[in-house]
């Protein structure tokens, strides 16, 4: 079975350029995440959805950042404009709510920002 | 809120000899655990989860971990560990109130296992 799969796996850009990460979570689950990690933050939860519909994008840093998931094989993380300290692997992950719920994360976006 | 603690960032350990990976949790209500491992330049890999029932939960590759429910704890162990066990360990939290599932993670600890 395909896990979940997100694009590009790594992006190198310059200050001010948009950015789009992309995801397909795992057929059938119906919850999606997207984690940022860095070496000095850890991992942080942005923002997390249920049934394609956002739930809480607290996490999400800044106004640069956005979130959509049109449907429930896809999701993407916009950020515009990009800033060097938005450098940082991403990651998306699905679960299936009501379950006991392990997440199933993808390989992750390792995003550089110069 | 809920919260993990891994108070170490990195064990070593020689080829053979036991591994504990510590961590201790905080939530308001009853605890969903989780160990997960990364490797270089990879995505988390799910090892193991305590949900109810008895307390030493086995797990892939020969990990298990232990729910301590007076000590919140929940640390992972193998009792002998492998080189190609080298890798970031990171355990987390859910509330078992939170149906939306989302898991708080510890900061990581790093595994390095000496031949």
């Known amino acids: 079975d395909a896990g979940v799969i997100q694009s590009p796996r790594h992006e190198v850009t310059e200050m001010g350029q948009e950015v789009t990460l992309r995801c397909k979570p795992i057929?059938?689950?119906?919850?999606l995440f997207w984690y940022r990690q860095t070496m000095m933050r850890g991992l942080e939860l942005l923002i997390y959805f249920n049934n394609n519909v956002p739930i809480d994008d607290s996490g999400m840093p800044e106004d640069r950042f956005s979130a959509k998931m049109p449907n429930a094989s896809f999701s993407t993380l916009k950020i515009q404009p990009s800033e060097p300290r938005d450098s940082a692997v991403y990651f998306c992950?699905?679960?299936?709510?009501?379950?006991?719920?392990?997440?199933?994360f993808g390989e992750g976006s390792r995003l550089t920002v110069l | 809120a809920q919260s993990v603690a891994q108070p170490e960032d990195q064990v070593n350990v020689a080829e053979g000899n036991p591994l504990t990976v510590k961590c201790t949790y905080s939530?308001?209500?009853?605890?969903?655990l989780f160990w997960y491992v990364q490797y270089p330049n990879r995505g988390l890999q799910f090892l193991l989860k305590?949900?109810?029932?008895?307390?030493l939960v086995k797990g892939s590759y020969g990990f298990e971990a232990e729910f301590n429910k007076s000590q919140t704890s929940f640390h992972l162990k193998k009792p002998s560990a492998l080189v190609s066990d080298s890798a970031l360990y990171f355990c987390?939290?859910?509330?078992?109130?939170?149906?939306?599932?989302?898991?708080?993670f510890g900061a990581g600890t790093q595994v390095v296992v000496t031949p």
């Open positions: 305590y949900i109810t029932g008895d307390n």
């Open positions: 987390a939290v859910r509330d078992m109130d939170d149906s939306w599932g989302k898991l708080q």
């Open positions: 992950a699905s679960s299936l709510r009501g379950g006991t719920g392990e997440l199933f």
């Open positions: 057929s059938g689950h119906n919850s």
């Open positions: 939530v308001s209500g009853n605890p969903y």
